[in-house]
């Protein structure tokens, strides 16, 4: 486990020292940027309608019966920028993408195309992790500020369409903007960003470690996703922490 | 650090007391012997005897557990000698990207290292494959390719690095039977297609009951 967490801060280390190397493996983030895009646009968008209606429906009718209808908009909308948005998003590109970047990485560990590359001095650091870690730390937060967007429009829908609730789009984004600062929406991206590191690492290190065919395939992409959840809500819990001062 | 060789010439190699235990069993044991820059040199065995385990040494991709391994008298784990050596290893698999083409494959150490530009990276590829008798397969993927196919691509993506050694893992597995005779004589041509007279050659082999 210890040696784990050192191996992985030493190729987030390593990834660190090749950033100056982007521009050269530019094409391979912009494919890397385009897969997460193409592959998990839909589902957030789903996802974040729905997640937003959700809110607005358990909210909202306890919030009228108690006089305080009006703030409906600021409780969503407060909600979703600041933990469930950052926090979903990362979830759903963990198993999404991060399990591809185990898979993808790990046969070709088992496979023995990395002995390959380091053959011809190819540093899979900055052949495989560099342009992968670049392109999930620019699209998750992406993803995220879509998603916020996408998540308030739900709970507004849904504060609309529904009869307890009973609240003119209007009233919904006077509520949002009078609770919700930029501040917070820029917290909930940091924590993005934040979340897509570790997405990253723990993927492409669980894919470099891989031994021992499909089944060890199989077995990094399981470990791939439960730590990156893992370490996302203890994250959480900690960048909320220290956001809040 | 550069990806060219500032040494032209082949390189010798010099095994010390070589040690390698994987679960407590031992693969190499106290292994020894000298090979001269130029010489083709081959290791027969039966399978599992550790020649695959040998030749990852040789090439750095694995750490002995104790001995030494030294490339023109440099030890083949100090960090530079990649750079300062061009090697190359032809695995028993091929060990091709399989997300890229025949062509990318070929290309990846010059296209990686930013050597050539495009036009002459793509001359340079269409000339080994054609060494290799795979001409024009160069828009192909390796899914497409036989077993024997992936074999003379990885010994292409070999040559194209100009190397001072290679390492030629079982060269004649998955190999058709009248590939297989003929391979020596055909693995002596590539040799001759490089542009020195003094690379080190090594082969394994099973043995014929391996």
């Given at each position: ?21 982007t521009?050269?493996q530019?094409?391979?983030v ?5 897969e997460i ?7 957030v ?5 729905f997640?937003g ?5 358990q ?29 979903m998003?990362?979830i ?9 970047m185990?898979?993808?990485i ?7 195309e990395?002995d ?12 495989l ?8 730390a620019?699209?998750?937060p ?5 998603s ?13 369409a529904?009869?307890?609730?009973a609240?003119s ?9 009078n ?16 979340f897509?590191?570790?997405?990253a690492?723990v993927?492409c290190?669980q894919?470099?470690i891989t ?7 199989g077995r990094?992409?399981?470990k ?7 370490l996302?809500?203890?994250l959480?819990?900690l ?7 | 650090?550069s ?5 032209p010439?082949g ?20 292994l ?22 040998l030749?990852k040494?040789?090439?750095g991709?694995?750490?002995p ?6 490339i ?18 032809v ?7 399989n ?6 494959n ?21 000339e ?5 008798g795979?001409?024009?397969t ?9 077993g024997?196919m ?47 007279p ?13």
């Amino acid at each position: 486990m210890f040696q784990n967490v050192g191996e992985m801060v030493l190729l987030f280390w390593q990834t660190l020292v090749a950033l100056p190397l982007t521009w050269r493996q530019r094409q391979k983030v912009f494919d890397q940027f385009f897969e997460i895009g193409n592959a998990s646009l839909l589902m957030v968008c789903i996802l974040s309608f729905f997640i937003g209606g959700v809110i607005a429906l358990q909210t909202g009718p306890l919030l009228v019966e108690r006089g305080i209808g009006s703030y409906v908009g600021g409780v969503v909308g407060y909600s979703i920028c600041k933990e469930l948005a950052p926090v979903m998003m990362a979830i759903l590109i963990a198993g999404r993408i991060g399990s591809a970047m185990a898979a993808e990485i790990g046969s070709m560990r088992v496979y023995q195309e990395i002995d390959a590359l380091r053959t011809m001095n190819i540093s899979p650091v900055h052949y495989l992790v560099l342009p992968r870690t670049v392109a999930i730390a620019v699209a998750l937060p992406l993803l995220v500020t879509f998603s916020i967007l996408v998540g308030w429009l739900g709970g507004a829908v849904v504060c609309v369409a529904n009869d307890r609730i009973a609240l003119s789009f209007a009233a919904f984004f006077s509520s949002l903007r009078n609770v919700v600062e930029v501040k917070d929406v820029a917290n909930g991206v940091f924590k993005s960003f934040i979340f897509a590191l570790v997405i990253a690492v723990v993927s492409c290190h669980q894919g470099l470690i891989t031994a021992g065919g499909p089944r060890g395939i199989g077995r990094s992409v399981t470990k791939a996703v439960v730590n990156s959840i893992v370490l996302i809500v203890i994250l959480d819990y900690l960048l909320t922490r220290v956001l809040l001062k | 650090m550069s990806a060219m060789s500032s040494n032209p010439g082949g390189v010798s190699i010099q095994v010390r007391g070589l040690h390698k235990s994987f679960d407590g069993q031992e693969v190499l044991c106290g292994l020894a012997f000298d090979v001269q820059a130029g010489e083709i040199f081959v290791i027969m065995g039966p399978s599992g005897s550790g020649k695959t385990v040998l030749l990852k040494h040789l090439i750095g991709l694995e750490t002995p557990d104790a001995g030494e391994i030294l490339i023109n008298g440099q030890a083949v784990q100090s960090p530079e000698i990649m750079s300062q050596y061009r090697m190359a290893m032809v695995f028993q698999s091929g060990a091709l990207l399989n997300s890229l083409t025949v062509g990318e494959n070929v290309g990846l150490y010059l296209t990686e290292h930013r050597l050539k530009p495009p036009a002459e990276i793509a001359r340079i590829v269409a000339e080994k494959l054609a060494v290799v008798g795979l001409k024009d397969t160069e828009d192909k993927m390796p899914s497409d390719l036989s077993g024997g196919m992936k074999k003379r691509v990885a010994i292409a993506r070999a040559l194209v690095i100009e190397p001072q050694l290679i390492l030629y893992d079982e060269p004649t597995s998955e190999l058709d039977p009248l590939s297989a005779v003929s391979s020596p004589r055909k693995l002596s041509i590539c040799k001759s297609a490089l542009p020195s007279p003094r690379w080190s050659f090594r082969m394994t082999a099973t043995s014929p009951l391996g």
